[in-house]
């Protein structure tokens, strides 16, 4: 197909086969970055379950607050899932090793996530942590697979940094975000289940805060109504199976929560937000409350402007999905998980309307972020991760400009 460049004072492109990271490199990056991590859990697991070192307990230990609060309910009912000292009882019994340094976990989900891990506690604890992360990365690469156009590119997807944060931790990222990413890739074919996909996110409410916007500016209005109709759905039965106790018991581990946030107890080097980067630098609440305030509403003004005119859908969702991580002031790294639909979109964009100079090598950058925290967080006193979201939602709103005013490649 003949390139047909419309406006010769755009930003100079690179021709698509002249660059370093082409197909085979990133073929070849992502076999390796996944031979990584299979050593590095190979090691962790033998150390933790065959060796048993003290201190040592198998990969994702997030989860067992999530098993262990489905047991409490099953047992004691839901509302005792929200305290801490029932909580902690079934958590040393399953994993002993977190009684060093005191480290129980407490829950802090909205009931109706509880109402979505509750089978899990009928399964033994070790199988259960492997069902959940493994349906977990299998909905993740799912998404990604429907994003990617080209099968070549699919196996960047479990090779995501991300991927291994999520797996280390134990946590429910990958589960959100593979509906995020599954609810776009069928936004316009198949909006009513986009809108139910996208309502299982709110089960992390502070997610999907950007969602309904999107969806609002582009008049998704069946979409708009399904994600509604599920959310309220899940909530309206977690009322009926678990009650209006449980309910209120969430919203008192949530004060606790912020509390600790505020005062910085919390692991600000691991939390990707304006909030936490500015706190590291100034302590207070004030200044990263307001530098976040602002941070927030740039973003939510780049999904206005990307969603409510006409431009290529692969950049609205790279703009959604990145902007969506800068809104909520508590975020962990592994939520980052999102930002692999971002790139991947703008990928998709990139490849089929042409490369800015040194794009590829922000899309690197940008791709080894979620690493940041758990390598480098704890030795340099700086949080650079949100940076690097303002720059994703950067590229994305300034490819929307340039494809409407005319100044992109088209290929015809």
Not at 139 to 154: F, Q
Not at 202 to 228: E, F, G, Q, S, Y
Not at 238 to 266: D, I, K, P
């Amino acid at each position: 197909m003949a390139t047909i460049q419309v406006d010769a004072r755009q930003p100079r492109y690179v021709p698509p086969d002249a660059h370093w990271l082409d197909i085979g490199r990133l073929r070849l990056y992502s076999y390796t970055a996944l031979a990584c991590y299979v050593l590095y859990f190979g090691i962790w697991t033998f150390r933790a379950c065959v060796l048993k070192v003290p201190g040592v307990f198998a990969p994702g230990g997030d989860f067992v607050a999530f098993w262990s609060a489905a047991k409490v309910a099953l047992s004691s009912g839901a509302a005792a899932s929200y305290d801490f000292e029932s909580l902690r009882q079934v958590e040393l019994a399953a994993v002993p090793g977190l009684a060093i340094g005191d480290g129980v976990l407490p829950w802090l989900y909205p009931p109706t996530f509880l109402l979505v891990v509750l089978p899990f506690g009928l399964l033994p604890y070790s199988l259960a942590t492997m069902t959940f992360l493994a349906g977990g990365v299998g909905c993740y690469v799912w998404a990604a697979c429907r994003t990617l156009p080209w099968r070549s590119a699919w196996i960047a997807a479990p090779a995501f940094p991300c991927v291994a944060v999520v797996l280390t931790t134990g946590q429910n990222a990958l589960w959100l975000a593979g509906c995020a990413g599954l609810g776009l890739t069928c936004l316009r074919s198949r909006p009513w289940l986009a809108g139910m996909l996208m309502g299982l996110v709110t089960v992390k409410p502070h997610l999907a805060l950007m969602l309904p916007v999107a969806l609002i500016c582009a008049r998704a209005w069946r979409a708009l109504w399904a994600m509604i109709a599920t959310s309220l759905a899940l909530i309206v039965v977690s009322l009926l199976v678990f009650g209006a106790e449980t309910f209120t018991a969430f919203l008192r581990n949530a004060g606790m929560a912020l509390e600790s946030v505020e005062q910085g107890s919390m692991l600000l080097v691991r939390m990707p937000t304006v909030f936490a980067a500015v706190k590291m630098i100034s302590g207070g609440v004030a200044l990263p409350y307001t530098m976040h305030g602002i941070v927030a509403a740039a973003a939510l003004a780049s999904v206005v402007y990307a969603w409510s005119r006409p431009c290529s859908f692969a950049l609205r969702a790279a703009v959604l999905a990145s902007a969506g991580l800068l809104a909520p002031a508590y975020l962990y790294d592994y939520d980052l998980a999102f930002l692999g639909l971002a790139i991947a979109w703008l990928g998709v964009h990139g490849h089929s309307a042409g490369w800015l100079r040194g794009e590829r090598e922000l899309l690197v950058l940008l791709w080894l972020l979620p690493l940041w925290g758990l390598l480098m967080g704890a030795w340099i006193k700086f949080q650079p991760m949100p940076l690097g979201l303002m720059l994703a939602v950067a590229l994305g709103v300034w490819r929307i400009r340039m494809e409407r005013t005319g100044k992109a490649l088209i290929n015809a």
